[in-house]
Antibody, heavy 115, light 107 residues
């Protein structure tokens, strides 16, 4: 069965960077894109960007351009999202989700930014 | 960016009720509209894609309709496990955007 398993919770100081991983299984990794979405406490879901897992092409939301980098390792069927220059407003649960279908999601990774 | 607005933001209903949630896009998105169910501390679950297509494994009491800018999600007969937050999302163009959510609570 298709599974998306994300890395564990992180606590970071303002100005630091965080990398969240999304390990997939149960399907051909390179046939689908991976989206990254976040949800701050009490807020709506917010799309950050995606990566074509086959070609490696990326597209980012203008809001995060310059601070977010999405990569993938095809040998490990894993996608990564790195967010830099963290501030308190980046405290959120970060999710990965599969391709255009949005049909499979990771369990979420809580990133807390606090001094 | 395309703004997605849901109504109502919260809704109280009883088991067995028929419930309708609406979602409006700030510009046309054809039929590129998804609906999700989310429970506290959990990831969203896809219910409906392409406005009216039921995702695999989702009970048939859920249905979606609409095109252009106006969409609806209907639950024909509420079950206890349906009390959750429902969100719409446009997948027409990036940045993909979500509605603010509708919290469905037990009356």
């Amino acid at each position: 069965q298709v599974r998306f398993v994300q890395s564990g919770a992180e606590v970071k100081k303002p100005g630091a960077s965080v990398m969240v991983s999304c390990k997939t299984s149960g399907y051909t990794f390179t046939n689908f894109a991976i989206n990254w979405v976040r949800q701050a406490p009490g807020q709506r879901l917010e799309w950050m960007g995606w990566i074509d897992a086959g070609k490696g092409d990326t597209k980012y939301s203008q809001k995060f351009q310059g601070r977010v980098t999405i990569t993938r390792d095809t040998s490990a069927n894993t996608a990564y999202m790195e967010l830099s220059s963290l501030r308190s407003e980046d405290t959120a649960v970060y999710y990965c989700a599969r391709g255009n279908g949005w049909d499979y999601w990771g369990q979420g990774t809580l990133v807390t930014v606090s001094s | 960016d395309i703004q997605m607005t849901q109504s109502p933001s919260s809704l109280s209903a009883s088991v067995g009720d028929r419930v309708t949630i609406t979602c409006r896009a700030s510009q046309t998105i054809n039929y590129y509209l998804n609906w999700y169910q989310q429970k506290p501390g959990k990831a969203p679950k896809l219910l409906i894609y392409a406005s009216s297509s039921l995702h695999s494994g989702v009970p048939s009491r859920f249905s979606g309709s609409g095109s252009g800018t106006d969409f609806t999600l209907t639950i024909s007969s509420l079950q206890p496990e349906d009390f959750a937050t429902y969100s719409c999302q446009q997948s027409y163009t990036t940045p993909y955007t979500f509605g603010q959510g509708t919290k469905l609570e037990m009356k």
